[in-house]
């Protein structure tokens, strides 16, 4: 079971920092994404982690603005985002799934309940 939140309203160029808790015994083998999802668009990858090392993906539309990272106490992972325009606007959701690191929604098994990020310009 996965708990996302953190979302809410910010300003173009302002930053929000999203929380993914896992209720899993261990995530040592498992990847942990966030997608979102803007009105009457598809769900769209924009950070994976590898729970083992800590190795991250960003498409080119977030990368160098967004960062993941994780706690491994804390069985919860944080989506950092920097520098937010109104494109990001729209609802994230964390996924994680076993033994690979898709790139598709389709590849995820676990979802959380999602949560809704607004950008106003």
């Known amino acids: 079971q996965l708990q996302a939140s953190g979302g809410g309203l910010v300003q173009a160029g302002g930053s929000l920092r999203l929380s993914c808790e896992a209720s899993?015994?261990?995530?040592?083998?498992?990847?942990v994404a966030w997608f979102r999802q803007a009105p009457g668009k598809e769900r769209d990858l924009v950070a994976v982690?590898?729970?083992?090392?800590?190795?991250?993906y960003y498409p080119d539309s977030v990368r160098g603005r967004f960062t993941m990272s994780r706690d491994n106490a804390k069985k919860t992972a944080y989506l950092q985002m920097d520098s937010l325009k109104p494109e990001d606007t729209g609802v994230y959701y964390c996924?994680?799934?076993?033994?690979?690191?898709?790139?598709?929604?389709?590849?995820?098994?676990?979802w959380g309940q999602g949560t809704l990020v607004t950008v106003s310009s």
């Open positions: 996924a994680a799934v076993d033994r690979k690191t898709p790139l598709s929604p389709s590849g995820y098994y676990y």
């Open positions: 899993a015994r261990t995530l040592s083998n498992y990847a």
């Open positions: 982690i590898r729970w083992a090392g800590g190795s991250t």
